[in-house]
């Protein structure tokens, strides 16, 4: 955003009024994203925070984003990011719980240290995740974190079994994004607690490989993790 140093000091400007248009209210939290600093950051999150209990979804949401991206972008508070989000999932508002886990991903993605501090708020979640990318977030989460979370190959083996609750089954019905993400996550919860995943690892492999009506990016992908694992499961331990 050019010039933005010369609107730092400005920043309540772009607080929302409760009635402007939706597009209004995003357009001006995605500003005050591109604002935040280290010495404007305490007045804005207590701005931000209100909307994250907005009655307006959309905005609600678009909150939570750009939440993740401050916490992205300015290290020294992201730890007390992932306990404001953290308290927002007590809220047990379904929007805002498909909204957090995907903040949880992208801030874990450069923070994975963050972990413990979400850990139990994420558990405790994931039953009420329902929507796709949020779905693929989780499922990011459990196979990355696998040696810290118990349930981790019984949740991934819910959803190959397509037996996850908010997930309609089976397995081949499921989104070839979401298919993918549990592929991948699958082998590298393998890597990290073999004899628990085995049996769920061969029956993904047979899922994907023998459906006909499969994409072949997929199967090509299937492919790829079982010629490594057979030859060198080390080689696949890597954070996709």
Known sequence: MGGKKHYEK??????????????????????LGKLANEYNLGDMLNELNDYVGDIDIPIARKSI????K?????PEVAKALMVNLVAFNRMEKVHLTNEI????????????????????????????????ESLEAMIWILGTFADQIEDSPYILEEFINGEFENVPGPFEKYPSSLK??????????????????????????KLI???????????????????ALRDSPQSVSYTH
């Open 70 to 74: 401050i916490a992205i972008n300015l």
């Open 65 to 68: 984003k750009i939440l993740a």
């Open 180 to 205: 993918s993400v549990i592929l991948t996550q699958t082998v590298q919860t393998f890597v990290k607690r073999p004899p628990e995943t085995i049996n769920i690892l061969r029956t993904i492999f």
């Open 101 to 132: 886990v995907i903040a949880f991903y992208e801030i874990l993605r450069k923070y994975p240290n963050l972990f413990t501090d979400i850990k139990q708020s994420f558990i405790q979640n994931c039953s009420s995740i329902n929507e796709t």
């Open 209 to 227: 490989l023998n459906d006909d009506g499969e994409s072949l990016l997929l199967k090509d992908h299937a492919a790829f993790y079982y010629r």
């Open 10 to 31: 400005d920043f309540k400007y772009f607080y929302c009024r409760y009635d402007e248009p939706t597009y209004t209210k995003e357009i001006k939290i995605k500003i």
